[in-house]
Nanobody
Framework: QLQLVESGGDSVPAGGSLRLSCAAS?????????????LAWFRQAPGEEREGIAA???????????WYTNSVRGRFTISQDNNKNTAFLQMDNLKPEDTGMYFC??????????????????WGQGTQVTVSS
């Protein structure tokens, strides 16, 4: 069964940058029978629901697409290195409201439900990001 492990969380001042990593335990390109995969980053602040931040989809032919929630568009960049089975979330110009536990998750397709955490079954354990003002 595919396992995901996040890393890279830290405490930074507002305006700072962090790069989160999500390492998969196996070649995610062959995890789902469709040959496609969706990797997404979620954020959860204390007492709040898990929020979809960004997602990257890779089709069976290798084509990709990305999605961002409005609050991070232009500041965060999602990417992946298929050779290393790792996804990344580059976070720049961080704000205090970006504080939370960051999780990565995967499923076979992204689409309109990419930000719906209830649609994902495979999750990492999370990495904490704290942004001070």
């Amino acid at each position: 069964q595919l396992q995901l492990v996040e890393s890279g969380g830290d405490s930074v001042p507002a305006g700072g940058s962090l790069r989160l990593s999500c390492a998969a335990s196996a070649d995610i390109r062959h995890t789902y029978t469709s040959g496609t995969h969706c990797l997404a980053w979620f954020r959860q602040a204390p007492g709040e629901e898990r929020e979809g931040i960004a997602a990257i989809y890779t089709g069976a032919s290798g084509t990709s697409n990305v999605w961002y929630t409005n609050s991070v568009r232009g500041r965060f960049t999602i990417s992946q290195d298929n050779n290393k089975n790792t996804a990344f979330l580059q976070m720049d110009n961080l704000k205090p409201e970006d504080t939370g536990m960051y999780f990565c998750a995967s499923k076979s397709l992204c689409g309109l439900t990419w930000a719906d955490y209830t649609r994902y079954k495979t999750w990492g354990q999370g990495t904490q990001v704290t942004v001070s003002s």
